[in-house]
């Protein structure tokens, strides 16, 4: 069966470092890979998706980055976190991109103080 | 306009009852529609997919789909306190090839 991992659950930084966000899924081979943000009252904004490795699709301007180093893993970074990038961060995977379902990890609940 | 739009709630209805989760959209083109459960503090979870006009059952669950009036709703029977849950609807767009998701219902049920 597939599985998703995302790391860390929760994480307090302050403004102007960096970030770096991890995602890996298990028992399955190229799968499309997102990046989402919860906002406190807003719903799922997607910040980016990637089809294979290599290949990022950024849907928002921001001062955030992603990676895809191997087939499974997908990262998202910063380098400098301003106190807007606050939220829930989302890792979700699925088998043909969008027209399927959704399957997310745990999350993380970032803080910028 | 909102692409998908929810009444963010809460709605409240006491265990046993049936409880109904409305979802508009926008976008004429949208081919796919989920339902997803969120528990506060935690992920998103697939807990029904509709693709055609009409009603869908699992369980406890009905998904009804009117694409005529861009409608796409949510029932839940004999709800349980388990219930308890934000239900976020999301909805994938031809025309956009993405999928875009409401802000959420948040339903409590009611012991």
């Known amino acids: 069966s597939q599985t998703i991992h995302q790391w860390p659950a929760t994480l307090v930084q302050p403004v102007g470092s960096p970030l770096s966000l991890e995602c890996t899924v298990e028992?399955?081979?190229?799968?499309?890979l997102y990046w989402y943000r919860q906002a406190a009252g807003r719903g799922l904004q997607l910040l980016f998706y990637?089809?294979?490795?290599?290949?990022i699709s950024s849907e928002v301007p921001q001062n955030l980055s992603a990676s895809r180093p191997q087939d499974r893993q997908f990262i998202l970074s910063s380098k400098k976190l301003l106190l807007s990038d606050s939220g829930f961060y989302l890792c979700?995977?699925?088998?043909?991109?969008?027209?399927?379902?959704?399957?997310f990890g745990s999350g993380t609940q970032l803080s910028v103080l | 306009q909102k692409e998908v739009e929810q009444n963010s709630g809460p709605l409240s209805v006491p265990e046993g009852a049936i409880a109904s989760l409305n979802c508009t959209y926008s976008?004429?083109?949208?081919?796919?529609f989920f339902w997803y459960r969120q528990y506060s503090g935690k992920s998103p979870e697939l807990i029904m997919s509709?693709?055609?006009?009409g009603d869908k059952e699992d369980g406890r669950f009905t998904a009804q789909l009117n694409k005529a009036s861009q409608y796409v709703s949510l029932l839940i029977r004999d709800s349980q306190p388990s219930d308890s849950a934000t239900y976020l609807c999301?909805?994938?767009?031809?025309?956009?090839?993405?999928?875009?998701f409401g802000t959420g219902t948040k339903l409590q049920v009611i012991p």
């Open positions: 979700a995977w699925s088998y043909t991109p969008y027209t399927e379902k959704l399957f």
């Open positions: 976008d004429r083109v949208s081919q796919s």
């Open positions: 509709i693709y055609s006009n």
């Open positions: 990637s089809v294979g490795i290599g290949q």
């Open positions: 028992g399955t081979s190229n799968p499309n």
């Open positions: 999301a909805v994938f767009s031809g025309g956009y090839q993405k999928v875009t």
